[in-house]
């Protein structure tokens, strides 16, 4: 029996998530923007309770490392270190653009109604402004074009949206749906990065030993924190 935590602090909603062996065994998602500074310790006591277990019980913990939310990932993976520490147990990340990329896969696959075979998938995270976290990948998963953040135009991605579909999806993609206009171009709404997909792909990782240095794993937050003075005028 493996049981590994997952949390999932990487956008302005969080959620926590307990899975055996890659099973959910219980999780919970708590959607009001910024809440995961005051509940991610609520929402995992809760979780801890309704499924019966104990943080005694854990063999893992499972956290998405970015790009995303500067203050969600930060507590998100502090959350998860301190934990590890406690428990004398080891880390996993995922990328945050890789579970949307899963999760996408899977919630398109059981549709049976959309032809992914040639198609390029493209995560994105909000960065602000016109400006993106995101990245291409092919439907096994694989990088066409790295993460990276991108101010989005009506030339965006166009060498390869010229000769294959490129489908469009995460929190960021809805403001770029009236600014890439290509018939190759396809948006889908309420992709969210969730714990209870990223303890399925965590646990994978687990049983490889891909884990973090509890010591100087940091998030990837791709851009630095920018603090912006206040108007004093």
Known sequence: MALLLSLETSTQCCSVALHDDGVLVASKVIETPRSAASQLAVVID???HTSNIIPLDL??????AGPGSYTGLRIGVATAKGLCYALNIPIVSVNTLELLAYQFLEMELLKNDL???NAI???MLDARRMEVYCALL???MNYVEQVQAKVIDDQSFKGII?????????EGADKCNAV???TNAHFFSGVVPLASSLGVIGYKKWKEGAYEDLV??????LKDFLIKKPNLN
């Open 59 to 64: 063999k893992g913990i499972i956290v998405t």
């Open 162 to 170: 010229e000769s294959k579909p490129i489908f469009f999806f995460g």
């Open 216 to 221: 100087s794993f940091e998030p990837f937050y």
């Open 46 to 48: 809760e979780v801890f």
């Open 115 to 117: 032809h992914i075979n």
């Open 180 to 182: 890439i206009k290509h």
């Open 121 to 123: 998938l493209c995560p």
């Open 138 to 140: 092919d439907q096994n």
